[in-house]
């Protein structure tokens, strides 16, 4: 058997079709999008090209889609642009988002309220209506968890800030981070009735150093970057127009019919691992949740342990265990839906995606209980 | 290529020769990382003053496995005392090296020894 990948959710290879479409403009097709001379204009071509790709993809006008270096960068220009030149500001976040919208929030001076999500991984969007205040300026939600792939209620939650945003003046700017969602769930920015969203482009087979943000026209924003005024102002510099182009390629190539197949192989991961092998549990509800994530809890293991010998068997996973990470603290995510630090140790993450097929998932259910078993002879537990 | 894991500690980990409860130990000493969760236990068998025999069982990550294997087998064959006086970087030597971050593993498994030594000699 062929290295086998199962962490889809960290990043993705590049489709075929999209690198080929892309690798002229590494060489041939080098310009700079701000020159006047062919060069420049073939760049502009590719970049205006894929920007209409996005803006299609999520339902939103050309000129709304601001191109991005990364997600990260993303978040921090929405969320930090949202609160500038605001006072006191407040903002409602959940208790799982992603460390690209806890740390731009940590490190501003907005009073923030982390919403539970329970221990089946979904915020229930009444609470967002509770939490909202006077001076609150943002709600910033995660469409799809990155770690147990749960998924929140975007569009109910754009409808409560909607109705709330008509009672007054200093309106609430609602963001989501749809980086996990783009390949699985619908994502029109007027279904979702978000004013700001955030995809990325290695996540949907297209490369890495691309990402785009949605901002709804008339969103009151400051630029928290500055230079000359590429994208908007926004994200000024230099594009990087093959990244940028191969992240509209990848759009064009997203079907929702893929999503069956995924969850299909998904369910038979679940439904074998927790059958067949005792003491393990599912983290996060099983129904609200993308149909390409696992993860399990496996007792008497260490989810690191765990990834090291499975990738002995050439198969990449991953974990939220403590042993990990660099900072030796267990994910906050699942802290968040009430795993005890114990469990959250045994943590393990299989991410599926396009390329995923029935026999990888065979011999990873073939390879996994004897992996489980010597390794609980090993802890004794 | 710059590998996370040496061989030396993927080896342990696959391999381990040391694991297991030991039902006549005469000190049992048990160890636990409150930061990353690890636990670890050391069971040594000593004969006219020296340590014999050696096992752990180990709840933890690759580098906490390796880590408890290595020590289980340095300290077989040296009495109690010279046991304990190992240090972690003799330990990370037998390994090769350790990512900066999984240091504080050998030290999981010191602090295992030397519980199992002190268990030994108030059991004496």
């Known amino acids: 058997m062929e290295k086998i990948y199962f962490d889809y959710a960290a990043t993705t290879p590049v489709d075929k079709g999209v690198a080929e479409k892309i690798t ?3 060489e041939e097709k080098f310009g700079n999008p701000s020159s006047l001379h062919a060069f420049g204009q073939e760049a502009v071509f590719a970049l205006d090209r894929a920007r209409e790709s996005v803006a299609r993809f999520f339902g939103a006008k050309e000129r709304e889609i601001i191109f991005m270096p990364s997600a990260t960068v993303a978040n921090n220009v929405a969320i930090q642009g949202a609160l500038q030149k605001k006072e006191k500001p407040h903002v409602v976040t959940s208790a799982i988002e992603h460390k690209a919208v806890i740390e731009p929030l940590k490190n501003s001076s907005a009073e923030v309220t982390y919403l539970p999500v329970y221990k089946e ?39 409560i800030i909607e109705k709330e945003n008509e009672k007054r003046r200093n309106k609430i700017i609602f963001h989501t981070d749809a980086v996990q969602a783009v390949n699985y769930l619908p994502c029109k920015v007027d279904k979702l009735k978000v004013d700001l969203l955030t995809m990325s482009g290695h996540k949907i087979y297209g490369p890495k150093g691309a990402a785009a943000l949605y901002v709804r026209e008339k969103t009151p924003m400051s630029p928290i970057l500055f230079g000359a005024s590429q994208e908007k102002g926004f994200y000024p510099g230099t594009e990087n127009v093959f990244a940028f182009a191969g992240l509209g390629f990848a759009l064009e190539e997203i079907k929702k019919n893929d999503s069956e197949e995924t969850k299909k192989l998904r369910d038979r991961i679940i439904d074998f691992v927790l059958k067949e092998i005792p003491e393990t549990k599912l983290n996060g509800e099983r129904e609200r949740r993308l149909p390409n994530n696992v993860n399990i809890t496996v007792e008497g293991a260490e989810g690191e342990s765990l990834m090291m010998a499975l990738d002995n068997e050439k198969i990449a996973v991953s974990t939220g265990s403590a042993c990990a990470s660099n900072s030796l603290s267990p994910s906050h995510v699942l802290l968040s839906i009430g795993l005890s630090r114990e469990r959250a140790h045994g943590s393990l993450r299989i991410t599926l995606g396009r390329y995923t097929t029935e026999e990888e998932v065979d011999y990873f259910l073939e390879k996994l209980p004897p992996i489980v078993e010597r390794l609980r002879k090993i802890s004794g537990k | 290529m710059k590998n996370y894991y040496t061989k030396e500690v993927i080896d342990r980990f696959l391999n381990p020769k040391h694991f297991g409860e030991m039902k006549d130990a005469s000190g049992i000493g048990k160890a636990g990382n409150p930061r990353c969760g690890d636990q670890m236990e050391v069971f040594i068998k000593v004969k006219e003053g020296k340590i014999i025999d050696a096992s752990f069982r180990t709840l933890g990550c690759a580098a906490a496995i390796a880590t408890s294997d290595v020590i289980c087998e340095m300290i077989i064959g040296k009495t109690p005392k010279e046991a304990l006086s190992i240090t972690e970087e003799e330990m990370v030597k037998e390994l090769k090296k350790l990512p900066a971050v999984k240091v504080h593993c050998s030290s999981l498994a010191i602090e295992g020894l030397k519980k199992a030594v002190n268990d030994y000699e108030k059991r004496k």
């Open chain 1, 121 to 159: 991984g979904v915020i229930k969007e009444e609470d967002v209506k509770k939490a909202i205040k006077e001076n609150t300026v943002l709600v910033s939600i995660g469409y799809a968890n990155s770690e147990i792939g749960t998924i929140q209620p975007i569009g109910k939650i754009g409808k």
């Open chain 1, 24 to 26: 002229p403009f590494l």
